[in-house]
């Protein structure tokens, strides 16, 4: 339970999560989302794994990713979002990429 | 011999059924439970088999990408049932719980019975999806 309330305090990991919602995607089209180097990334994915949360396919040369989260953790993450659940220290706001250029 | 997981829960599941009707029987052979008390308790503990079961359906269950449509298709239909199975089966619990024993069994099913026809009709989409698909 630890290892998912750790997933969930994130807000790129609930962010990913989030895009995740619409169907398995790849870890680069992942990656290319957020405006973090790919060892983060890769690190917030192997969080996320680690709580069960996603689950990953390899295909052909690209790993894709897949939601794997019960009506419960759904709801954990509902609850994060609308309340900032916050049990590790703050990391600093990741921007997406897609909302930056809209801006600009 | 070593089961499988699912088969596993799905004994655990029915033995735990038998084990409370033998339990609450024997509780009102001994006038220790009414048989109110009984009804609800039963009523609960189904109610909670449902919320639990389906609470896990869209980890657990194998990929439906046999029975369906895109994968992204079949993630949405898949929450979506778990969805109204795990608010069904709260509310038939809350039901067994909360209402009066007279109406507590219809509304119970009355709640529970709209997750069921969802989920029928999301299984019932993917596979007029695929059949179209040919």
Same mark, same amino acid.
């Given at each position: 339970?630890?290892?998912?309330? =750790?997933?969930?305090?994130?807000?790129?990991?609930?962010?990913?999560?989030?895009?995740?919602?619409?169907?398995?995607?790849?870890?680069?089209?992942?990656?290319?989302?957020?405006?973090?180097? =790919?060892?983060?990334?890769?690190?917030?994915?192997?969080?996320?794994?680690?709580?069960?949360?996603?689950?990953?396919?390899? !295909?052909?040369?690209?790993?894709?990713?897949?939601?794997?989260? !019960?009506?419960?953790?759904?709801?954990?993450?509902?609850?994060?979002?609308?309340?900032?659940?916050?049990?590790?220290?703050?990391?600093?706001?990741?921007?997406?990429?897609?909302?930056? =250029?809209? =801006?600009? | 011999?070593?089961?499988?997981?699912?088969? #596993?829960?799905?004994?655990?599941?029915?033995?735990?059924?038998?084990? *409370?009707?033998?339990?609450?029987?024997?509780?009102?052979?001994?006038? @220790?439970?009414?048989?109110?008390?009984?009804? #609800?308790?039963?009523?609960?503990?189904?109610?909670?088999?449902?919320?639990?079961?389906?609470? %896990?359906?869209?980890?657990?269950?194998?990929?439906?990408?046999?029975?369906?449509?895109?994968?992204? #298709?079949?993630?949405?239909? #898949?929450?979506?049932?778990?969805?109204?199975?795990?608010? *069904?089966?709260? *509310?038939?619990? @809350? %039901?067994?719980?909360?209402?009066?024993?007279?109406?507590?069994?219809? @509304?119970?099913?009355?709640? @529970?019975?709209?997750?069921?026809?969802?989920?029928?009709?999301?299984? %019932?989409?993917?596979?007029?999806?695929?059949?179209?698909?040919?």
């Amino acid at each position: 339970m630890t290892s998912i309330f =750790k997933a969930l305090a994130d807000p790129t990991r609930r962010q990913v999560l989030q895009m995740l919602r619409a169907g398995p995607m790849g870890a680069g089209a992942l990656a290319e989302a957020f405006e973090v180097s =790919k060892p983060t990334m890769s690190a917030h994915f192997a969080v996320l794994l680690a709580a069960d949360l996603i689950e990953a396919e390899k !295909s052909g040369r690209t790993i894709m990713y897949r939601l794997k989260m !019960s009506v419960l953790e759904e709801a954990l993450m509902g609850f994060a979002q609308a309340f900032g659940l916050q049990v590790t220290p703050e990391a600093p706001p990741t921007t997406i990429r897609k909302q930056s =250029k809209e =801006k600009s | 011999m070593k089961l499988n997981h699912p088969i #596993r829960g799905a004994l655990a599941v029915a033995a735990l059924y038998l084990l *409370g009707a033998v339990v609450f029987r024997e509780l009102r052979e001994h006038a @220790l439970f009414s048989a109110e008390a009984i009804a #609800r308790s039963m009523g609960v503990l189904m109610g909670l088999v449902v919320v639990v079961s389906a609470n %896990a359906i869209p980890k657990r269950l194998v990929p439906l990408a046999r029975l369906s449509c895109d994968p992204g #298709r079949e993630l949405t239909l #898949r929450r979506v049932g778990a969805w109204a199975l795990v608010l *069904g089966g709260l *509310g038939y619990t @809350l %039901a067994y719980a909360l209402a009066p024993i007279g109406i507590a069994s219809t @509304l119970a099913i009355g709640l @529970l019975a709209p997750g069921v026809l969802v989920v029928v009709g999301v299984m %019932a989409r993917c596979a007029w999806k695929r059949h179209q698909a040919g």
